[in-house]
């Protein structure tokens, strides 16, 4: 796997494509607000266009292959973030969060994503460096996770979170008041007390809403969402900063990309089954590269390729979400 040509030159051009496109996000949605489907689409193009830009830079500065691994991981991470939205759907609906206060909960949680992604950007790509036999181990982990998603998950809307293990955290280190208290994640005993007039709580001087209850089940689910996004990503590209520049342009999207699916996800309903596809691919990817290198025995899969058959599985599992519908009872 070739290296970057300017790894500091590329780093650079990144952050300040994140940073520019990050504030002027933040700008357009620092109000407590519900966000209309057509401001959802325009920044979730907004993210997209980007995203691309920054690929286009790869092409022009790092060559055509590391332009094609970035699209390739980044297509990739925006389809698996596709069902970890639908998981934060159901998670809103049942600690009921109204929707003007969902983009605040989803800022501070791709916050903690953007943190928790490079650790294990890093760790995962040293991994994948030390050993052909690391690269079996993540192909079965990949596998593994596909297998899971081919199950079935019909109990994501039926889960009681309350016996999630964020919950239950939360309510060992702080008291949690009963009900959301504006846009605040955290409320003092002295408000509580003088403002509010409730006397609930009888310990502690921070004291937790259901709006940071909220949070933190999301965060943690993200958190067990990445140990499977992340090394499918590596898969596609063992270079560590095109791994978490593919991931974070995807992941700085997803706040309005949900709103958008939030009004489509009674449409896409193939697009999980073109997930699936993608997974198995990237572990017979794994594997045969491994087994190239251990054995003799395996061929390699360009970046140009693996991108069209990225490109060319969500294409179609977007088409057949339109063409073949679900049939209604």
């Known amino acids: 796997m070739p290296h970057l040509h300017s790894f500091s030159q590329t780093f650079i051009v990144f952050l300040i494509f994140i940073v520019v496109a990050f504030v002027i996000d933040f700008m357009a949605h620092k109000k407590d607000e519900v966000i209309g489907l057509k401001s959802a689409i325009n920044f979730s193009i907004f993210w997209i266009v980007v995203s691309l830009a920054f690929g286009l830079y790869l092409y022009f500065a790092e060559g055509e292959e590391f332009a094609s691994l970035y699209l ?24 009921s969060i109204p929707e003007i206060y969902r983009h605040r909960v989803l800022y501070f ?23 052909h036999y690391v690269q079996i181990l993540f192909a079965i982990i990949i596998a ?3 297998i899971l998603m081919l199950k079935g998950n019909e109990e994501k809307d039926d889960e009681d979170y309350s016996k999630h293990l964020a919950y239950r955290a939360v309510y060992r280190f702080f008291p949690v008041f009963p009900r959301l208290v504006e846009n605040k994640f955290f409320i ?29 089940v ?3 689910s993200d958190v067990m969402f990445a140990f499977d996004s992340v090394p499918a990503v590596i898969a596609i590209s063992k270079e560590p900063l095109i791994v978490y520049s593919a991931m974070m342009f995807a992941i700085l999207g997803l706040r309005t990309l949900y709103f958008v699916l939030e009004a489509l996800k009674n449409y896409l309903i ?12 990237i572990a017979f990817k794994l594997l045969m590269s491994a087994s190239l290198h251990l054995f003799g ?14 490109l060319g599985v969500l294409a179609c599992g977007v088409i057949a979400s339109f063409i073949f519908k679900e049939k209604q009872d």
């Open 72 to 95: 390739a991981g980044y297509a990739l991470e925006k389809a698996l973030s596709v069902d970890n939205l639908f998981v934060m759907m159901a998670i809103f609906k049942w600690f």
């Open 297 to 310: 025995y395996g061929f390699e899969i360009s970046a140009n390729l693996s991108l069209l058959i990225v």
């Open 188 to 216: 003092t005993r002295t408000f509580l007390n003088n403002v509010l007039k409730e006397d609930v709580v009888k310990k502690g001087f921070l004291v937790a809403t259901p709006l940071f209850l909220c949070l933190c």
């Open 218 to 220: 999301i965060e943690l």
């Open 270 to 281: 193939h697009l999980e089954k073109a997930v699936i596809i993608l997974l198995f691919f």
């Open 109 to 131: 949680g791709i916050l903690g994503a953007i943190v928790f992604r490079l650790i294990f950007v890093l760790i995962g790509a040293s991994l994948m460096a030390m050993s």
């Open 144 to 146: 593994y996770t596909a």
